[in-house]
């Protein structure tokens, strides 16, 4: 597997609070994202970095942030959970190439549960 | 703004027997396709991609711009291919993200 922890692995919270998960890689890769997969959706982009300080939203970003003060670490954030962010939560990795797509790297997941 | 079907959302065969699992997409430019695999309780694992046309544990997929498909095909499915599997389609000049289709769950009964 490729050098990405993500921590909690499990989290259950209650609606209103807010709730950070963190990922943190080994690989130096530039890009980092966060996905939730849901039954039926499979997996959805919520925000994505392509560099330190530097992050863009994705396809379900509302009622999540996220930042990236060094290489290793992407966070994201819930500033106010509800029970419609409970989900798996999924960090991968990428390192571009001149050359062809490179290919995304996935941590092991958060489970987040809102009561 | 592309968009990825997987139409079934679960495959049962039989060990031995052929499967096929189809997916979709739509996209206005070239698009570069994958399968990723995810396994019981373990992470998301690219499986192939359209631009290396390799096969892997058995699986081959081919791109059908025509038809805009990118069907993953094994000939003889094992006990040891249930998994969830998903397509996914990359759009490189957007900071490579992927768009998923909603995966389809393969069980291989014996």
């Known amino acids: 597997d490729a050098g990405i922890t993500q921590s909690p692995r499990h989290k259950v919270t209650e609606t209103g609070t807010p709730v950070t998960l963190r990922c943190h890689q080994t690989e130096n890769h530039r890009y980092m994202y966060w996905y939730r997969q849901d039954p039926g959706h499979g997996l959805r982009l919520i925000h994505y970095s392509y560099g330190v300080k530097d992050t863009d939203k994705g396809e379900v970003s509302d009622g999540y942030s996220v930042s990236r003060s060094k290489t290793e670490d992407f966070l994201l954030t819930l500033e106010s959970a509800t029970s419609s962010q409970t989900s798996v939560y999924f960090c991968?990795?990428?390192?571009?190439?001149?050359?062809?797509?490179?290919?995304?790297?996935f941590g092991p997941g958060t489970r987040l549960t809102v009561t | 703004a592309q968009r990825v079907t997987q139409p079934e959302k679960l495959l049962s065969v039989f060990k031995g027997a052929p499967v096929e699992l189809k997916c979709n997409y739509s996209y206005s430019g070239s698009p570069e396709l994958f399968w990723y695999v995810q396994y019981s309780r373990q992470r998301l694992q690219l499986l192939l991609r359209?631009?290396s046309r390799e096969s892997i544990k058995g699986f081959t997929a081919d791109l059908n711009k025509g038809e805009t498909s990118f069907h993953l095909k094994k000939p003889f499915a094992q006990e040891e291919d249930s998994a969830m599997y998903y397509c996914?389609?990359?759009?490189?000049?957007?900071?490579?993200?992927?768009?998923f289709g909603g995966g389809t769950r393969v069980l291989v009964k014996p």
């Open positions: 359209h631009i």
């Open positions: 991968a990795i990428s390192e571009p190439s001149t050359s062809a797509t490179y290919e995304q790297y």
């Open positions: 996914a389609l990359a759009v490189k000049a957007a900071g490579n993200k992927l768009t």
